[in-house]
């Protein structure tokens, strides 16, 4: 029998060059209804990247009128750039029952996680921090100065993995997707999510 319940908020983070978007876009294809919340940066575009796809790209103008708004749910400075998460497809998505993901920096997951206490926090970590260096000097994007901005900020964030319910180590894809994906399945599937409604018609058809 269908079962109606509110809709879960995930976050997911991780240090800088983990592989996040690596295994939230080999993940997402094969999880139902999972709302992917986009966010705003002032970083600039890299190549191959589309505005409102891996982010809505913003001036540092724009993104200071978004929060004078209160348009955002959480916002952060990382590495000399802005990023935060528009409210209003959130708000609606979790309203409507649908589950949403958003994928953040540790203090824009902290921030979430103070508001939404009941968010299901998702910790991604490299099997090392050698590792992690080899895959930032790997993407020829960032310069050694933003490197090792990097690289220093990556010991602070995986420092902060108790605070998350869940942890991911991305060693290998394939396991770090078959890991993310069986947390969302476990979430749907807590019984503490329905109501005593749902639950008492569930038990009166036994």
């Given at each position: 029998?269908?079962?109606?319940?509110?809709?879960?908020?995930?976050?997911?983070?991780?240090?800088?060059?983990?592989?996040?978007?690596?295994?939230?876009?080999?993940?997402?294809?094969?999880?139902?209804?999972?709302?992917?919340?986009?966010?705003a940066t002032t970083r600039?575009?890299?190549?191959?990247?589309?505005?409102?796809?891996?982010?809505?790209?913003?001036?540092?103008?724009?993104?200071?009128?978004?929060?004078?708004?209160?348009?955002?749910?959480?916002?952060?400075?990382?590495?000399?750039?802005?990023?935060?998460?528009?409210?209003?497809?959130?708000?609606?998505?979790?309203?409507?029952?649908?589950?949403?993901?958003?994928?953040?920096?540790?203090?824009?997951?902290?921030?979430?996680?103070?508001?939404?206490?009941?968010?299901?926090?998702?910790?991604?970590?490299?099997?090392?921090?050698?590792?992690?260096?080899?895959?930032?000097?790997?993407?020829?994007?960032?310069?050694?100065?933003?490197?090792?901005?990097?690289?220093?900020?990556?010991?602070?964030?995986?420092?902060?993995?108790?605070?998350?319910?869940?942890?991911?180590?991305?060693?290998?894809?394939?396991?770090?997707?078959?890991?993310?994906?069986?947390?969302?399945?476990?979430?749907?599937?807590?019984?503490?999510?329905?109501?005593?409604r749902d639950i008492a018609?569930?038990?009166?058809?036994?």
């Amino acid at each position: 029998m269908p079962f109606n319940r509110p809709g879960i908020l995930f976050v997911m983070t991780g240090a800088s060059g983990v592989g996040k978007d690596t295994i939230r876009q080999a993940a997402l294809p094969s999880i139902d209804e999972l709302f992917f919340s986009v966010s705003a940066t002032t970083r600039p575009r890299r190549p191959g990247e589309v505005h409102g796809k891996q982010y809505f790209f913003y001036e540092k103008a724009a993104f200071e009128r978004l929060l004078a708004e209160d348009a955002l749910l959480e916002h952060a400075e990382y590495v000399d750039d802005f990023y935060g998460t528009p409210a209003a497809p959130v708000k609606e998505a979790l309203a409507g029952g649908r589950d949403v993901l958003l994928e953040l920096e540790l203090v824009g997951a902290r921030e979430v996680k103070r508001r939404v206490p009941e968010a299901v926090m998702i910790f991604i970590a490299p099997p090392s921090l050698s590792e992690l260096e080899r895959r930032l000097r790997g993407r020829g994007t960032d310069s050694e100065s933003r490197i090792q901005k990097r690289l220093a900020r990556a010991r602070e964030e995986i420092r902060a993995v108790k605070e998350f319910g869940y942890v991911v180590v991305n060693d290998t894809l394939p396991t770090a997707v078959r890991d993310f994906c069986s947390i969302i399945y476990a979430e749907r599937a807590r019984t503490a999510l329905l109501s005593r409604r749902d639950i008492a018609n569930f038990l009166r058809e036994l």
